[in-house]
């Protein structure tokens, strides 16, 4: 055998391992050790599945170490959602109004694997249960209603809102949805009754209008009778204290003349100062016809009539 075709046998000497091997090998192994975790979002459930075998316990939000690194995971949301959904509901006069509800609601966590097992993701809930219930309920709900335009009464509304919540949660919690609240954000009647409502509301306010003008009429002729009222009762209290006045007065005049008349020497007294009152007119002339008299009478400006 030549030398070059002598094969060198070194005792416990080993081939190199290729390094494509190293490289398939460590990620194998970073990729089973990713595996092994899992984090859970906020406000989520893990529901894990095994060669598309549901598994029963789900997984609340956070780290969960270690777990089997051939789990496929779906995650849920278990956060409050609100949806909205407008249906046309047909009352007892066989008129259709437009209804606009939100539905609050949350995904019973627990029930995941569930949800997951017999509908599917989130959504699929939604659409599948939620949906089809809200309108179908709306719709049987409105044959209660005897009119279109009792849909505007209070009553109505929590009625509806209540009987709706009620079944909705009835219908929904076993299947994993649970309801919290039914909201009715707006109702639009048929355009006719629209009409005939702004009608009859115009008719009201023009009645509160009349109404509220009658009591000012009302009011300002109780205020002009009391205003009278008062003026009569100010002119009799005048009127009576002038009569007191008057009756004094004629009582003053009375008692005068009859003091006057038993006393001769008042008269003689107001003689005296009516003749001095004359005397101190240049003009007044006195004469005297009986100087015997204790009253002497004035003849006033007589001289002048002779000289005539």
Known sequence: MSSSQQVN??????????????????????????KTFVSVPAGHRG????????????????LHFPVNPLYNWTFFDVRQYSHSETASVPSQDQLQTMIDVSVQFRLIGDMAPEILRNTGTFERGVQVHLVPK???????????????????????????????????SDYLQPKGIEVQAVLIRHIQLPPFIMQAIEAK????????????????????????????????????QEA???RLIADAQAYEIEKLNE??????????????????????????????????????LPLMNLGEAFNR
């Open 9 to 34: 046998f070194s005792s416990g000497q080993k081939s190199p391992i290729p390094l494509i091997v190293v490289i398939i090998v460590a990620a194998a192994i970073l990729f089973v050790g990713f």
């Open 47 to 62: 529901v894990a599945t095994l060669f598309g075998s549901v598994q029963e316990n789900s997984f609340s939000e956070g």
């Open 134 to 168: 809200v309108r179908s309920l709306m719709r049987e709900q409105g044959k209660s209603i005897v009119r279109a335009e009792d849909f505007f009464l209070e009553t109505t509304q929590e009625r509806l809102q209540t009987n709706l919540l009620a079944g909705l």
């Open 201 to 236: 509301k115009e008719r009201e306010q023009e009645v509160e209008k009349q109404k509220a003008e009658l009591e000012r009429f009302r009011t300002e002729q109780q205020q002009l009778i009391a205003a009278a009222e008062a003026q009569r009762e100010a002119a009799e």
């Open 240 to 242: 009576e204290r002038r």
């Open 259 to 296: 003091a006057i008349a038993g006393n001769p020497a008042y008269i003689q007294i107001q003689a005296l100062e009516a003749l001095k009152a004359i005397s101190q007119d240049p003009a007044s002339k006195l004469y005297f016809m009986d100087g015997t008299s204790s009253a002497p």
